[in-house]
């Protein structure tokens, strides 16, 4: 083994992978010896390392500043968001301290307003309290007095008994009698045979008055065998309540009130009232709660008790019957409290009911309408008059303006309040007989026209047509609606809202083509159209014999302006401004207004204010037929009914009209009634059939009679079935959730009105949450409110509830369409509230009057025009 050289420089072996680097290097071209590579290799290699040690320092520095870096910009953040976080909270804390104090103040608002009417109801408890004190401490006194009268009288025949064993046994002693004592027994036997006779005669006075009552021969079995309108009419008999106050006032039970006016009647009807409400507790009471089975009871103690006396009258008046009736008298006065609100509410809407058909009937006197109806109408306003002032005391006068004033502004006819008549008034021949294009009024009577106004118009129009081609009604529609209303005035056409977006593109297109025309000075397209069409308007607005008319004529000439534009020397400007200095002159008060606006816009753009210029027109036009139609109805209505059977039986003549459905119709509605009934009934039978019914009807349904009614059959059948499902809805919510369905609940209406024009998937759940705004509610009772409802929309007329109210609705207005004379019809105009309330649906009385005002009308104009064809079909002449 050779050991190194000391003095030798001991040899480097590099690792594997340095060395493959290394032998590399030593293989290039112009490298040094190998001693020097060794050197150079060795400082490589420490400089390597110094230069990886100084790269992994570099790179920890780096990595460590930017953890600081990250450190910080945490630590910032972190600051940050503390402060954003205190912030926050103190925010939320102002925000919670603000609710706490709108809280605070709120309940100490509602503790306020409690606290009031917590006051008000112990003040009315204690006033109640201290009444019935006083009532009760009056009974007791008076109780105390008549047996302190009866102990006065016992105590006297106990005296007398006494006297009269004393003088038995001084008469048997034989002693004689000085003249003073023969005086006084003479005196004595006077003043005994006075007490008799005075006993006698009020007996004898208690047998009459005991025996005229009974003489009525009122029973409890009498009553309820007898009809309840014949016992309460004979309950208002004067004899009735002189035989009973006289019994009453006997037996002590009117002490007290005799000088009260009114008291004594009062006190009598509420005493025979037992016999009604035990002989007919059906008609009397409406619900089964628990203080109508209380009054029940009561009123049978004191029947009992009164009978009892009855069969063996004697006084003073046994005890039970004094408290038999103080207890009837005060289940009586709290079951009445709760009901007269609805009487009172019912006979408010009977009295402005009857108001409305005064105001429609006033101002006819052809025939005497007017009279025959005002007699009836003050017979039964007076009568409801005493009724309601009765019940409602002061009230009275406020609740019935109120209602009237109410029922007039919804149901009677709006008056224009601004002044619309023309100052360019067209002559009384032009009232008849001018027609405008556009807006259609009347034409004249048919004894002004020419021999063929059928023959002429209708074909071009068609026979189903109602309207003209400028979607006007026509005027065999307008004379038709004249005769159902004297009042009806046209109206701009009611448009469906595509209908309204295809008008407005079509306009707006058709105005900016226009401008965009002018704006290249291309007049002659557009400018003689226009003036025709402002000139032709003008025209119509105008009396064809008047000033205006002529200037008007010659001043827009068509041809001269058309000449103009040819040569581009027209001013438009000038039309516009010669038209707007005329419109004030010619149109009515009414338009003022817009022409002052059209005259002073003048920083429009031209077409805009030709736009404005022919709408201004266009409502002129409107006012001008108005006008024409209101100076020319007194000529036409009388004749309208023989006019529409002329024009009727013109296009049967021609084969434009046939009368299939008509007998169809009539036939089926023969085929549902017994027996052979009139033409009359069947005719009546038949149009109840067209506008009572939940399901929609088909035009193609509807007779030919009825052409042009199609919609106004349509918002009558809507209008009854909105009354008869929302009158079964809310009959249903009453009865669920144990209401009084006599009780109006307004709210409760309103609201399912309002949901039953939509769909009727939303009408449950709307009530439902209408339930939880207004009512607490348990949820069982909401669920099955819920259901009901769905029940009864799904069924329609299967559901019982809704057959119950669609046949009673039913009844309702074939009554008062079978009703022939005023009379009859203000009586059933009087009775129509109380009707309505006692079938649960009290809530629809004005829309109910609405509608048979309307329908009766309609009913009188159908039967006069097609009346005849009906015979002809019922006979089997046609």
Not at 622 to 650: C, G, W
Not at 684 to 695: I, K, M, Q, R, T
Not at 839 to 851: L, Q
């Amino acid at each position: 083994m050779l050991l190194p050289d000391e003095k030798t420089t001991p040899q480097w072996n590099p690792p594997p992978h340095l060395e493959a680097r290394f032998s590399r290097r030593r293989g290039r071209r112009g490298t040094s010896s190998p001693a020097t590579y060794t050197s150079q290799a060795i400082l490589t290699a420490s400089n390597l390392a110094t230069t990886r040690r100084q790269t992994l320092l570099e790179a920890r520095k780096s990595l460590l500043r930017a953890r600081a870096l990250h450190v910080d910009k945490v630590r910032r953040s972190r600051a940050d968001s503390h402060e954003a976080v205190s912030e926050r909270l103190l925010a939320l804390q102002a925000s919670m301290h603000a609710a706490q104090e709108s809280r605070d103040a709120l309940l100490k608002k509602i503790a306020a307003s409690c606290s009031s009417e917590v006051a008000k109801a112990k003040r009315t408890a204690v006033e109640m309290r201290r009444k019935r004190e006083q009532e009760a401490n009056a009974l007791k006194q008076s109780f105390e007095d008549r047996m302190a009268e009866a102990q006065r009288r016992r105590d006297e025949v106990l005296k007398e008994r006494g006297r009269k064993t004393r003088e038995r046994g001084s008469s048997g002693s034989g002693k004689r009698m000085t003249s003073e004592a023969r005086k006084e027994v003479k005196v004595n036997q006077e003043l005994k045979a006075a007490k008799k006779i005075q006993r006698v005669w009020r007996a004898s006075k208690d047998r009459k008055v005991v025996a005229d009552f009974v003489a009525l021969g009122l029973t409890i079995e009498s009553v309820r065998d007898a009809d309840f309108m014949d016992v309460s009419t004979r309950f208002q008999d004067e004899e009735v309540i002189r035989a009973t106050s006289k019994l009453l006032m006997r037996c002590g039970i009117l002490e007290g009130i005799e000088s009260v006016e009114g008291a004594v009647e009062k006190c009598c009807r509420t005493f025979l009232s037992a016999y009604l409400i035990l002989g007919h507790p059906g008609e009397v009471l409406s619900n089964d709660g628990a203080k109508e089975k209380d009054l029940i009871t009561r009123s049978k103690d004191l029947l009992i008790a009164f009978e009892s006396f009855l069969s063996s009258p004697s006084f003073p008046t046994p005890d039970e019957l004094y408290n038999a009736w103080s207890e009837f008298s005060t289940a009586f006065d709290t079951w009445k409290s709760r009901d007269s609100e609805i009487f009172i509410q019912t006979m408010v809407a009977q009295y402005a009911e009857l108001d409305l058909i005064w105001q429609k009937v006033k101002d006819d006197t052809t025939g005497g309408v007017a009279e025959d109806f005002k007699e009836g109408i003050r017979e039964n306003q007076l009568l409801l008059l005493v009724r309601i002032r009765r019940l409602a005391g002061e009230r009275t006068r406020d609740l019935i303006r109120t209602a009237v004033k109410e029922s007039r502004r919804k149901r009677l006819p709006r008056k224009e309040k601004r002044d619309t008549k023309p100052r360019e008034v067209p002559s009384p021949n032009e009232a008849v007989s001018t027609v405008p294009a556009t807006a259609s009024p009347p034409v004249p009577p048919p004894q002004q026209q020419p021999a063929s106004p059928v023959r002429d118009a209708t074909p071009r129009m068609g026979f189903d047509s109602v309207t003209n081609d400028d979607g006007m009604p026509s005027n065999r529609q307008i004379i038709h609606e004249l005769s159902l209303d004297k009042e009806f005035r046209l109206k701009p056409r009611r448009r469906s809202p595509l209908e309204k977006m295809c008008e407005e593109a079509a306009k707006a297109a058709f105005w900016a083509q226009m401008r965009a025309d002018i704006a290249e000075g291309k007049f002659e397209i557009w400018v003689p159209s226009i003036a025709e069409t402002v000139r032709g308007k003008l025209l119509r607005l105008l009396d064809p014999k008047g000033t205006f008319y002529r200037v008007v004529a010659e001043s827009i000439d068509i041809e001269l302006i058309a000449q103009q534009c040819h040569h581009g020397t027209y001013d438009h400007e000038k039309l516009l401004s010669y038209v707007l200095n005329l419109l004030p002159k010619i149109c009515s008060p009414a338009r003022d207004e817009d022409v002052k606006a059209l005259l002073e816009d003048t920083a429009s753009d031209y077409t805009i204010r030709l736009q404005k210029l022919i709408d201004v027109l266009e409502a002129m036009q409107l006012d001008h037929a108005n006008f024409l139609l209101m100076i020319s109805a007194p000529q036409v209505i009388p004749e309208a009914i023989p006019y529409e059977r002329k024009l009727f039986t013109a296009d049967l003549e021609a084969g434009r009209t046939s009368l299939t459905k008509t007998t169809a119709w009539l036939q089926t509605a023969k085929s549902q009634l017994p027996g052979t009934p009139s033409t009359v009934e069947v005719h009546l039978h038949a149009f109840l059939n067209l506008l009572v019914g939940l399901e929609t009807l088909e035009g193609t349904d509807i007779p030919e009679t009825f052409h042009l009614d199609h919609q106004r059959i349509t918002d009558t059948r809507a209008a009854l079935r909105s009354v008869i499902l929302g009158g079964a809805i809310v009959l249903t919510v009453k009865t669920l959730l144990r209401r009084d369905v006599r009780s109006q609940w307004k709210e409760l209406k309103a609201s399912v009105a309002k949901l039953l024009t939509g769909e009727n998937s939303e009408v449950a759940e709307g009530v439902r949450r209408f339930l939880e705004e207004t009512t607490a509610t348990p949820p069982a009772s909401m669920e099955a409110v819920r259901n009901a409802v769905n029940r009864i929309l799904q069924r329609g007329t299967a559901d019982p509830v809704v057959r119950v109210v669609a046949n009673r609705i039913r009844g309702f207005v074939k009554e008062r369409l079978a009703a022939s004379n005023s009379q009859d019809k203000v009586r059933l105009a009087a009775n129509a509230g109380e009707v309505l309330t006692g079938w649960g649906v009290g809530e629809w009385i004005s829309e109910m009057g609405e509608i048979n005002e309307k329908v009766g009308v309609w009913y009188a104009v159908d039967r006069g025009v097609a009346g005849g064809f009906y015979e002809g079909i019922l006979g089997g002449n046609v």
